[in-house]
């Protein structure tokens, strides 16, 4: 039984809020936009549950900013018009009508060339022409009018998302999507200004304040490292050049073009042929030759799953930065949250997964110490965000399995 001491559930003051606790829920896609992006009414009743059983902070799953930028998952939502602040305005009223104290953030985001033209119905754009392994997409470079134009939608973005009552906005800089790509020496090598890594970031965190004042919480997400030469030692030169203008940084890993990298854990190719849109057209006859094939370049670069996998990355950003430190990825255990905050010193941990499966955790982390989360990493969520219905666990309702099973 927790004690009114435990430090999970102990407030984050931060430069231009609190958070009640230091358990965030971190940007899970949900799947619950309307085709046009605007949110539908299961979404407010998620958070709503999240919110009630004591998670103290929600991060919305990835919004795009603007068509072009948006992912090709089906039922991603938006916050790209003005039209469309009414309905998050009414997910906001429900959640915090039920849950006063909790704190929600939008995530914004722009896909630049991790998506398709299908999907946005515009070119598909990037730092430079440099394609996506996994998209394989012809990929506009973005021309100084595109990026400052890009800078003007995240801060119209944000600017909505005050309006409808976020408590802040999360910069997604990170998986590779464009921020990363400009982040990124693979993605970036322009010979103007925009190549200096954090330029665009910095301009989106400035155009952001300047767009819903100085005081407006803004946190970013980053990938401490990738697979393509980001390194931490880059990742920490760059939260030192914005630091002074965010709340708290959230620290992931890795880009689309590796994407089970990002997360760890199992490979559902069964459930990959049947939802992904690259990969539905393959006869069914070739299937087999092709998960051979797919299976053994996954091997080649997949990092095997263990838990708590960013944890030491983000400590040592933590200990070389002046920025409230966030990580998510692999956290199962309540003894791992608290090890986390107690002997790391990260500032709160983020959960995505776990999530899925147990939407009240939280409510458990309060009376159970030894809480060990039933998720198995089997990733047939992660891989179900390009189906057309919203995310939700497979297992969720059985019995816990604790053994994290290989590709």
Not at 173 to 202: K, V
């Amino acid at each position: 039984m927790t004690t009114q001491n435990d430090i999970l559930f102990a407030p984050l003051p931060l430069r231009n809020l609190t958070l009640p606790n230091r358990l965030v829920r971190s940007a899970t896609y949900e799947g619950f936009g309307l085709p046009d992006g605007t949110p539908r009414a299961e979404l407010a009743d998620l958070y709503t549950r999240l919110a009630v059983a004591g998670t103290g902070t929600l991060i919305s799953g990835f919004c795009f900013v603007s068509q072009e930028g948006r992912a090709m998952q089906p039922g991603q939502c938006g916050c790209d018009t003005d039209t469309k602040i009414g309905a998050w305005r009414t997910v906001v009223s429900q959640v915090k009508a039920a849950a006063p104290e909790v704190k929600l953030l939008m995530q914004l985001a722009h896909a630049g060339r991790q998506t398709r033209r299908a999907a946005t119905g515009h070119p598909v754009v990037g730092a430079t022409a440099r394609r996506c392994r996994f998209f394989r997409e012809k990929v506009q470079p973005l021309t100084i009018g595109g990026i400052e134009r890009i800078v003007g939608e995240f801060a119209a973005a944000a600017r909505r998302a005050q309006q409808a009552g976020f408590d802040g906005v999360q910069l997604h800089a990170a998986h590779g999507y464009l921020i990363h790509q400009f982040l990124s020496p693979y993605t970036n090598t322009r010979r103007d200004a925009w190549g200096e890594g954090t330029r665009l970031l910095t301009a989106v965190i400035q155009a952001v304040k300047a767009s819903c004042g100085g005081s407006f919480p803004v946190f970013a997400k980053f990938s401490a490292a990738d697979d393509r030469g980001l390194t931490v030692d880059d990742t920490i030169r760059q939260i030192r050049s914005v630091e002074a203008d965010l709340d708290a940084v959230e620290i992931s890993y890795g880009t689309m073009e590796f994407a089970l990298n990002i997360i760890r854990g199992g490979c559902p190719l069964e459930r990959v042929f049947d939802v992904n849109p690259l990969l539905r057209p393959v006869p069914r006859i070739l299937r087999g030759l092709f998960r051979r094939l797919l299976l053994s370049e996954i091997l080649k670069r997949q990092i095997p799953f263990e838990e708590n996998y960013n944890l030491l990355s983000a400590a040592r950003i933590a200990r070389q930065t002046q920025v409230p430190v966030f990580a998510v990825g692999g956290f199962r255990r309540a003894a791992s949250l608290r090890t986390a905050l107690a002997d790391h010193h990260l500032a709160a941990v983020a959960l995505c997964r776990p999530f899925l499966i147990e939407p009240d955790l939280a409510r458990q982390l309060r009376v159970n110490d030894a809480w060990v989360s039933p998720c198995n990493n089997c990733n047939i969520c992660t891989v179900s965000c390009d189906a057309p219905q919203p995310v939700g666990c497979a297992r969720k309702g059985q019995e816990p399995n604790h053994e994290h099973r290989p590709l």
